[in-house]
Every structure is written in structure tokens, then in C-alpha cells.
């Protein structure tokens, strides 16, 4: 297609000079741009068509690690002591 309607990923080096000159670098331009980059992330990551396990258990591993990692101190303690 041509080059004012490609996305930034989808130019080659050589036009790229080519291609910011035909964007829209008003701050309204800027503003669309921001937006639709905002819109293309949480449809992509946020707002997911099909759910399943996955995320859910993504939450509960970060939250083990976390949880891990906040009593570690409490924890190497009172395994230090179980073992004298």
C-alpha cells in the first residue's frame, strides 16, 4: 500500500525518511497517533477475546514469586534454625 498509511514496523530503513515526512506531527496528529497506539495495546494485551488458564495462573506464579520474595529473609531464618 503506500507509504503514508504503512505502519512504523512495517517500513524499511531507506524510506524511512520518506515515511515521517508524510506523518501528521501537530500536536492533534500526535494525539491520534497516541491514541490508536493505546487502542492497538489493550486490544491486543488487555482486552483478550479468548480467556483461559493462562492468565490466570501467570497471576498466581508472579504472586508466589512475589510473596517469595518478600519473606525470604523470614524465611532463610527459619530454615537456618531448623537445621542446628
Not at 74 to 82: P, Y
Amino acid at each position: 500500500g503506500p507509504l503514508s498509511e504503512r505502519r512504523l514496523m512495517d517500513v524499511r530503513l531507506g524510506e524511512l525518511p520518506a515515511w515521517l515526512a508524510t506523518c501528521d506531527l501537530s500536536p492533534q496528529g500526535l494525539l491520534g497517533g497516541v491514541q490508536k497506539a493505546w487502542s492497538s495495546y489493550y486490544d491486543k494485551y488487555i482486552n483478550v477475546k479468548r480467556g483461559g488458564p493462562a492468565g490466570i495462573s501467570m497471576l498466581l506464579a508472579g504472586y508466589c514469586l512475589l510473596s517469595y520474595g518478600w519473606n525470604y529473609q523470614h524465611i532463610s531464618k527459619i530454615s537456618f534454625l531448623a537445621s542446628v
